[in-house]
């Protein structure tokens, strides 16, 4: 990853990755860490957990930050954003990671549930997003995690989920369209079924959703993060969805 000249290819770059201490968002920012960004991180519950997020990015010779802020506040979500620049001196890659799956039958979904899941998969993204925009200088990224599910769902059950996934689809295209101009790209990255605490891969639902990939297991949170990390760094690219899925959509 070090060019010839010794740097990185996020050398100086300040990057947020929200809900950042476990899962996917905890091994993204270990990743842009190892590619050279200062990285904040949010969570709600998990102080311990992205007290550790932060260690690992300390190691790596990097500013860490853990943020407590819950995305499903709309001033929170924002805020995030303005608080990361003021701690790390400004902010070049927005990583919308954060996402809660909530799964069940259409008619056992709640009006509390439906309101829960698009504050903080859908308002939340579009505020952090809107609020990075105003921030970012030329060559910002806004990298977004999709799902699988906005391509194909495999079975029932996924409504709720899959509509608020989707609708990040859209946001994502219609960013790139807007933001362009500025020199500031957006892409999003859809996870198969991959090995977390939200989707462990001993669950009640592994073999389902294994039987649905053209690999035939489980992805790790790495192979999600390297897919971020490389959008990071990529100039030419926006509007884009990268399936790393283990060919479910295939
Ligand atoms: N795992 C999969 O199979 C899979 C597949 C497709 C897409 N995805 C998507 O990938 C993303 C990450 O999933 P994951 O599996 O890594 O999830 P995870 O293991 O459940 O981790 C979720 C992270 O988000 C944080 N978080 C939860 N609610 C939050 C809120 N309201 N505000 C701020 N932070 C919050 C958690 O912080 P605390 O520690 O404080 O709780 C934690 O750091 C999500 O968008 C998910 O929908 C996952």
Redesign the pocket.
């Known amino acids: 990853m070090t060019s010839y000249d010794g740097t990185l290819p996020l050398d100086g770059k300040v990057a947020l990755v929200?809900?950042?201490?476990?899962?996917?968002?905890?091994a993204t920012a270990v990743r842009l860490a190892r590619a050279g960004a200062d990285v904040a991180v949010?969570?709600?519950?998990?102080k311990e957990?992205a007290a550790d997020a932060v260690r690992a990015v300390s190691s790596l010779g990097r500013r860490g930050v853990a943020l407590r802020?819950?995305?499903?506040d709309a001033g929170e979500a924002a805020g995030a954003v303005e608080r990361t620049a003021e701690a790390l001196g400004g902010l070049d890659v927005l990583v919308n990671?954060?996402?809660?799956?909530v799964l069940g039958p259409l008619a056992s979904l709640s009006p509390d549930e439906v309101d829960r899941v698009l504050a903080?998969n859908v308002r939340g993204v579009f505020l952090a997003s809107q609020a990075a925009a105003a921030r970012m200088p030329e060559g910002g990224r806004i990298i977004t995690?999709g799902?699988?599910m906005t391509q194909r769902v495999p079975g029932p059950g996924g409504t709720l989920y899959a509509m608020s996934?989707s609708a990040l689809v859209g946001l994502t295209k219609a960013l790139a369209r807007e933001l362009g101009s500025v020199g500031i790209t957006a892409n999003i990255v859809h996870?198969?079924?991959?090995d977390?605490?939200?989707?462990p891969a001993d669950g009640p639902y592994a073999a389902g959703q294994v039987a649905m990939t053209a690999l035939g297991r489980f992805g790790t949170?790495e192979e999600v993060a390297a897919m971020v990390v490389h959008l990071a760094g990529a100039s030419y690219v926006t509007g884009a969805e990268f399936s790393v899925d283990g060919g479910h959509a295939a």
């Open positions: 929200t809900g950042g201490s476990r899962g996917i968002g905890a949010t969570y709600v519950n998990g957990a802020a819950d995305s499903s990671n954060v996402g809660v799956g903080v995690i799902t699988c996934k996870p198969g079924p991959i977390t605490d939200m989707n949170v």
